[in-house]
């Protein structure tokens, strides 16, 4: 089976940081996958991590350690529009997406 | 371009009727899934269609069929509805289902089954 742990909620203030952290246990690993969900609203995707490292994509950075069964998603400075959703999902050895449950950000003016 | 769109956006079923989820995307993506999405439970793979013509079972497929005539569709049938099946449901897609495959995922479908 598949266990993916993430933070329920977390709050912070536009323009700072916020690390939302993602720890998992899987049979197999092919990759781990950021996504975003507004409330009401399909995910779409934001990052994807193969290797350990952290990838930058604009405000948003994503790190993976395989050895650790860890991963975050840095969001730095914070805007308004960034109060969502944020799905972790680890692609296991078959191929397929299992997701953890989400952590709702929401930024503060 | 669309890319993926679900019918009907919502619905309330009575317990015990049959209804079909419609999924179609336009991408000509090979892969295509179905989810559901429980608060507190995150997505959960229903069944998915590696290509078409072919279709496996995912985590939560009890109660649940689909069919992948083409590449195009993938419709999702729920047989007898109960109400515990009251969710929303993704339809999503991917050009294939190996490395470096990001999944899409439609508009969703809110059903609630009384």
């Known amino acids: 089976g598949q266990n993916i742990d993430q933070p329920t909620e977390m709050t912070a203030t536009e323009g700072a940081i916020v690390q939302i952290n993602c720890t998992y246990q899987?049979?197999?690993?092919?990759?781990l996958f950021w996504y975003q969900q507004h409330a009401g609203e399909a995910p779409t995707f934001l990052s994807y991590n193969v290797l350990d490292g952290l990838e930058e994509k604009g405000r948003f950075s994503s790190f993976l350690s395989r050895s650790k069964g860890y991963s975050y998603l840095l969001l730095k400075e914070l805007q308004m529009k960034d109060s969502a959703s944020y799905l972790c999902?680890?692609?296991?050895?078959?191929?397929?997406?299992?997701f953890g449950a989400g952590t709702t950000v929401t930024v503060r003016a | 371009i669309a890319g993926i769109t679900q019918a009907p956006t919502s619905q309330i079923l009575a317990a015990g009727r049959r209804m079909t989820l419609r999924c179609t995307q336009d991408m000509r993506h090979n892969a295509m899934y179905w989810y559901r999405q429980d608060l507190g439970l995150g997505l959960r793979l229903i069944h998915y269609?590696?290509?078409?013509?072919?279709?496996g079972k995912g985590e939560v497929p009890d109660g649940y069929s689909v069919s992948r005539a083409n590449t195009d569709d993938f419709p999702l049938t729920l047989a007898s509805a109960v109400p515990s099946q009251t969710s929303v449901y993704f339809c999503?897609?991917?050009?294939?289902?190996?490395?470096?495959?990001?999944?899409?995922f439609g508009p969703g479908t809110r059903l609630l089954v009384l």
């Open positions: 999503a897609s991917s050009e294939t289902s190996g490395d470096l495959e990001t999944q899409y």
């Open positions: 999902a680890v692609r296991d050895g078959d191929y397929k997406l299992s």
């Open positions: 269609s590696n290509t078409a013509g072919t279709t």
């Open positions: 899987t049979s197999g690993f092919n990759g």
